[in-house]
């Protein structure tokens, strides 16, 4: 058996297979690279940039970047954590995340990463756009306040659930998430909480009705552990290589 | 039950629709039609072109968002829109815009209660040499001016249709003040089709190589790599691309070929075509050259008619190649050729994620040459004048000619051919820019240099452009500029990735805050980091390049910034004062106390 063609990431040696992302082939062999957009169980997206890497001087998406042997990328540099703040920064300023007061804080992958980051405060100035939540449906509540157009909702709802529930709608700073029905509402939709779109959003703007705050805060994924140890990169197997950093 | 008048919609809707073939790649092509004939789309109506294409409601909405010429809200039946580069600002568009609302009654951007006109901006519609300039119903008028403006205002309280118009509003000089191999030489149509005929595709790819030729639109990839990619990539059904989606501000060379040497363009892709084995090309129009599709539709016909094309092209029955125009609706991101091909398709235009690059998964996912409307042009009289003579001009990395789009401060804006390695200086000279302080080099996108780089060649290995040359003279205020280019790029931005969706308007908001005097030192850093960011992390082009113009300008014109900036190491984004005067309503006051003075609010802002 020939060995498995590999590339460098930060000194270490990952192997991957033909088609892989760097991305991906990071991730199974247990070493986290930051991301939003980016959903193993999805194809990739590309539009929150959190995930940049540096791939032979060059800086790119490693969710969007094929794996190619030989390749060096650097991930955990003083550069690139500077980026990846300063893009936390802007996604915290575009919405109105409220930590302290949001049933997600402690389980946000938006939280978890820009603590994992290193951001202490949002930086640039607010932007305080007015968006409504909708409160229509029966089971679920959307917060628009909290959504960072990953997207991660549409492709669920569209790929997975075959019910194609929402999308991103607007061009630029105007651009925002939708539900496809005529009102707009939520309550409209066939949408379940039992749905995939009800289960990746990676902030509080799909939220569950009816049961806040069941794992108390402090308690909960990302108030344990940091977001590279106990993030999707925990969520490998043994046998597929994951590898928890603990 | 259908009401009388929605059944008049449906039946406009399925009209349109099916001479479109109910294609859903057509789309936006159905939209801009069903536009045309409503005046704006409602919610009713897009659902009833989503059901008459059987496609989803919200991919028509999604594509009714996007583009800046679709209107999701009333417009009036006369939609006036005002150029609004740098260049329309410098020849007085602002004070025009005020005084036609004036003589209308009609607030900026806002529709007249009547529903008779409604008078907006938009991004540079290509007329920097002929300006102000604007769009009636996307129809250009040029050489904009008060009497001009008069007339116009009679026009349309008169509602005297567009057709009844003076035609010298709507005129359209091609200012070409130098020619050279490109605009120069005569070029008897068919003469590149023959050649390729006669000597087959391979010689013709081998002319390519030898040429040198670069793609035109900025970028600079090699033709002849691109066309061989193409058309070694697996797969029966190819396309040819012309991007004429020409919205770099500053740029107008592209219409000037349209509307001149439209026959050059089409032998190019139709040669193309040839060499990589594609049936079929796209020319994809920008929206604000519409008033071009009539005469570029006669043309084609023309061709067809004398067997240059469609089937049996020059009597050989396996030459079959035909060509579709695509109009644009004001969106430019879709200058970005994966972009461009997403919006071909009928959706709203977002880069793809590269690779796979389009020359082996491009429309429709099959491999498309995309080259810019010079770039066919020019490869149409590299096939029968030979690679050799092309590159006897120019330099080492960048062969033949360039068409620069001259306009800003000088006495002869216009379309200037020059071989590539010119100056910076000559050009000046030549259109007669006497006091030029800077030059902003191929568009907002591209770079902003300063007098002490006149002597700089335009060329890959130095100074590489797509066409745009806008010069600001002494008079100028550089920042004027500068905050006019970010508004563009927050205009235009997809919206896709995160730093250029939100760095855009981070940016504009920075420079505005210096520019109406508000910044510190600590902005001008924060500018730097911003413009880093963006620049390494944005998905696409556009966001990489949206923040050029502020660095360049940092470094080249650092006064610019200088003289404007307060004595404080932080100013506060907001103004605290004003942000008290919704407390001072409600509580009444009005005394001195309930007022910070200068030093209270140094205070209170310090970090």
């Known amino acids: 058996m020939s060995e498995e063609p590999g590339f460098t990431l930060d000194g270490r040696r990952i192997p991957f297979q033909d088609g892989q992302t760097v991305m991906a082939a990071a991730l199974e062999a247990g070493v986290y690279i930051p991301h939003l957009c980016f959903n193993p169980d999805f194809a990739p997206h590309g539009s929150c940039r959190v995930c940049l890497v540096k791939v032979n001087g060059r800086m790119q998406a490693s969710c969007a970047t094929p794996a190619a042997a030989g390749l060096t990328v650097e991930s955990e540099t003083e550069e690139l954590r500077d980026i990846r703040r300063g893009i936390l920064q802007m996604l915290f300023v575009e919405g109105n995340h409220v930590c302290p007061a949001c049933e997600k804080s402690g389980a946000c992958q938006l939280q978890a990463v820009a603590y994992y980051v290193g951001m202490l405060n949002p930086h640039f100035s607010h932007f305080y756009p007015r968006r409504p939540v909708d409160a229509s449906h029966a089971e679920a509540v959307i917060d628009f306040n909290r959504c960072i157009l990953c997207e991660l909702c549409v492709r669920a709802s569209r790929d997975v659930d075959g019910k194609n529930i929402f999308a991103v709608q607007g061009r630029g700073i105007q651009a925002h998430l939708v539900v496809n029905t005529p009102s707009g509402k939520l309550g409209a939709t066939s949408f379940s909480i039992h749905d995939k779109a009800a289960q990746v959003c990676p902030t509080g703007a799909i939220l569950t009705k009816h049961q806040g705050y069941n794992i108390p805060i402090g308690q909960r994924l990302y108030d344990r552990k940091p977001i590279n140890v106990v993030g999707d990169v925990a969520q490998l197997p043994e046998s597929k290589g994951g590898r928890r950093h603990d | ?607």
């Not at chain 2, 069903?34 to 989503?50: G, H, I, N």
């Not at chain 2, 084995?277 to 061709?303: C, I, M, N």
């Not at chain 2, 429309?363 to 498309?368: D, H, S």
């Not at chain 2, 335009?458 to 500029?481: H, K, N, P």
């Open chain 2, 1 to 607: 039950m259908a009401e009388p008048e929605s059944s008049a919609l449906t039946e406009t809707v399925r009209d349109i629709v099916q001479r479109h073939n109910s294609m859903p790649t057509r789309l936006l092509q159905i939209l801009r039609d069903v536009q045309d004939r409503l005046t704006w789309l409602s919610p009713e109506t897009l659902d009833r072109v989503a059901q008459e294409l059987s496609i989803s409601p919200n991919k028509v909405h999604s594509v009714a968002e996007f583009y800046s010429f679709l209107y999701t809200a009333p417009r009036g039946c006369y939609d006036i829109l005002f150029s609004d580069n740098i260049t329309d600002r410098m020849l007085g568009n602002r004070e025009l815009l005020h005084y036609l609302c004036d003589r209308l009654s009609v607030g900026i951007g806002e529709m007249r209660a009547d529903g008779t006109v409604t008078v907006g901006t938009t991004s540079c519609t290509g007329m920097c040499d002929q300006g102000p300039a604007a769009l009636v119903n996307g129809y250009t008028l040029t050489r904009l001016d008060k009497p001009r403006l008069d007339r116009i205002a009679e026009l349309v309280e008169s509602r005297t249709p567009l057709e009844q118009w003076p035609r010298e509003f709507f005129e359209v000089a091609s200012n070409i003040r130098r020619a050279d191999i490109l605009l120069g030489r005569h070029f008897a149509d068919g003469a590149a089709l023959r050649a390729v005929l006669k000597r087959g595709s391979e010689a013709i790819l081998e002319e390519m190589i030898k040429s040198g030729l670069r793609g035109q639109g900025g970028a600079g990839f090699k033709l002849a790599a691109k066309w061989m990619s193409c058309r070694n990539a697996p797969g029966d059904v190819k396309y040819v691309v012309c991007n004429a989606d020409e919205g770099e501000p500053g740029t107008f060379k592209d219409r000037v070929l349209m509307q001149d040497f439209a026959d050059l363009v089409f032998e190019g892709m139709t040669l193309c075509g040839r060499v990589i084995g594609a049936h079929h090309g796209f020319v994809y129009l920008r929206g604000e050259y519409r008033y071009l599709l009539d005469s570029l539709k006669a043309t084609l016909q023309r061709r067809r008619d004398a067997g240059l094309l469609g089937t049996g092209i020059l009597g050989d029955p396996t030459f079959n190649f035909d060509i579709d125009i695509h109009l644009g609706a004001g969106a430019y991101v879709c200058g970005e050729e994966s972009a461009l091909i997403e919006s071909l398709e009928g959706k709203h235009g977002v880069p793809r994620i590269r690779p796979p690059f389009p020359t082996t998964h491009g429309y429709l996912n099959k491999p498309t040459v995309v080259n810019n409307v010079e770039t066919f042009a020019t490869a149409a009289k590299i096939a029968v004048e030979g690679g050799d003579w092309f590159a006897s001009r120019g330099t080492a990395e960048s062969k033949g000619t360039k068409l620069l789009s001259l306009s800003g401060d000088c006495e002869r804006p216009g379309i200037y051919e020059y071989p590539f390695g010119v100056t910076v200086r000559r050009v000046l000279e030549d259109c007669g820019a006497r006091d030029a302080q800077g030059i902003q080099m191929a568009g907002p996108a591209g770079h902003m240099i300063s007098a002490r780089e006149f002597d700089r060649r335009i060329c890959f290995e130095d100074l590489a452009t797509g066409g745009s040359f806008m010069v600001f003279d002494q008079s100028r205020d550089i920042l004027d500029g500068i905050r006019n280019f970010t508004h563009f790029f927050v205009h235009e931005s997809c919206g896709f990735c995160t730093p250029c969706r939100v760095g855009t308007s981070l940016m504009r908001d920075l420079v505005t805050k210096v520019h109406t005097g508000h910044g510190t030192l600590y902005d001008l850093e924060e500018m730097r980091k911003l413009g880093r960011i963006m620049q390494v992390a944005c998905h696409c082009g556009l966001g990489q390049t949206a923040p050029n113009p502020v660095l360049d300008s940092l470094d080249q014109f650092p006064e610019a910034y200088q003289r404007r900036l307060r004595a404080t190491t932080f100013e506060p984004a907001f103004d605290l004062n004003a942000a008290l005067e919704d407390a001072r309503q409600l509580t009444g006051r009005s005394d001195s106390g309930a007022y910070l003075n200068e030093e209270d609010l140094l205070l209170g802002a310090m970090p």
